[in-house]
């Protein structure tokens, strides 16, 4: 059954976005006014990370990034039926929250694509909702977008002004995506004046949403009255049967998947009983699996044979292609290990230090899971026939 008009999901093909109402209580929406109000005034410039791993960025912008771990009215909005409904008509598939951003005012960014910092395989799979926690106008710095600018294609690098810092040998992340940032938001001003884009701008009413496309060109507005407030939540949505990827961190052979942590009605949950309970649902409990982590480091498995994979960092190891990680690896699938489960704790590294050994999963294996709340899940052979997790 619809749940769009066919008016709003003409907009959503023409323009790139579609204003809906959410239908999510005023009760929840207070509560997280309630809820946040004081947890934005932290030090100037000091980033907090609590025990949840929630963040919190303190300054003239200040914001909170996955207050859902801990929040049930955030994890409310974020999980909101009809929001989920209403992705799913849009996209064909089902829509999987992953991402939390609440604001007391506007961020006045300047416009950019999602898609370049969450972008899909097969392309286009992620979407935004902003949610009004409050009326918004022209004086509290709304959101602003450029209809139709959703049908534009994402930008190669080569494409776009400018060069990179060296990352090998000596990485400096921090100052690479600092210069992409610069790189691409000056090639997303270049391109809206060439084309003449005009903007629109998100005055929408309190328990208004506004849903955009990946590759919609957005940004915060000026705020003029700068003792407005311009409370709202923005979640983002990727959907299932799909990889994760990071244009903005791409570079030559280097290509970034993501492992998305998942917003889950239940919250937060450590990362022993998270991947505990992954294990006990997805994998046979006469399963070898192989486990990157130090040897030292204790895993329950459940009764399911451990075998220790630790390969030495890509930036490390001098070898050439496939790179020693790799051989590592297919010498315990080999040997009859089944699968290869990454915990949460080590996924970046598996991302970037192993940058390599990840192409070649995602390439060669099916991934049983995916999660960033857990850990990952390759299915190495077929010793035994996975279940879903």
Request: glycine letters at 8%.
């Amino acid at each position: 059954m619809s749940v769009l008009s066919p008016e709003q999901r003409k907009c959503f093909e023409r323009d790139g976005y579609v204003i809906f109402d959410p239908e999510i209580s005023g009760h929840v929406l207070d509560g997280v006014l309630r809820d946040v109000e004081g947890k934005y005034l932290y030090e100037e410039g000091k980033v907090e990370i609590d025990e949840h791993g929630v963040v919190y960025q303190p300054g003239a912008r200040p914001r909170i990034m996955n207050a859902w771990k801990g929040n049930d009215d955030v994890r409310a909005i974020a999980l909101a039926p009809k929001v989920l409904a209403v992705c799913e008509e849009l996209y064909g598939r089902t829509p999987l929250p992953f991402q939390t951003l609440n604001f007391p005012v506007g961020t006045e960014q300047l416009a950019h694509a999602d898609a370049m910092h969450f972008n899909s395989d097969p392309p286009g799979q992620m979407c935004g909702v902003w949610v009004a926690l409050e009326d918004m106008d022209m004086d509290n710095g709304p959101l602003v977008y450029f209809p139709g600018s959703h049908r534009m294609s994402l930008p190669a690098w080569n494409e776009i002004e400018g060069e990179d810092p060296d990352r090998y040998p000596d990485w400096d992340f921090d100052a690479f995506v600092q210069s992409r940032h610069s790189r691409y938001e000056a090639h997303v001003q270049k391109l809206i004046q060439e084309r003449g884009l005009e903007p629109q701008y998100g005055t929408i009413r309190k328990s208004e949403a506004l849903l955009w496309s990946a590759n919609l060109l957005h940004g915060g507005s000026p705020q003029r009255d700068p003792r407005r407030t311009r409370n709202s939540q923005v979640t983002h949505y990727y959907f299932e049967g799909c990889r994760y990827t990071t244009p903005m961190w791409d570079q030559d052979s280097y290509v970034t998947t993501r492992y998305p942590w998942w917003v889950r009605s239940e919250g937060f949950k450590d990362e022993e009983r998270a991947i505990r309970e992954v294990v006990s649902t997805a994998l046979p409990g006469e399963a070898t699996v192989a486990v990157m982590a130090p040897e030292e480091e204790e895993f329950d498995l459940d009764g399911r044979h451990r075998s220790s994979f630790w390969p030495p960092s890509d930036r490390d190891d001098s070898s050439e292609p496939p790179g020693e990680g790799i051989r590592l690896l297919e010498a315990l699938r080999a040997e009859g290990c089944a699968y290869l489960l990454v915990p949460r704790r080590h996924l970046s590294r598996l991302a970037s230090a192993l940058n390599r050994l990840q192409q070649h999963l995602e390439a060669n294996y099916p991934t049983l899971v995916r999660d960033g709340g857990s850990c990952a899940i390759y299915v190495l052979g077929t010793a035994a026939e996975p279940r879903a997790a």
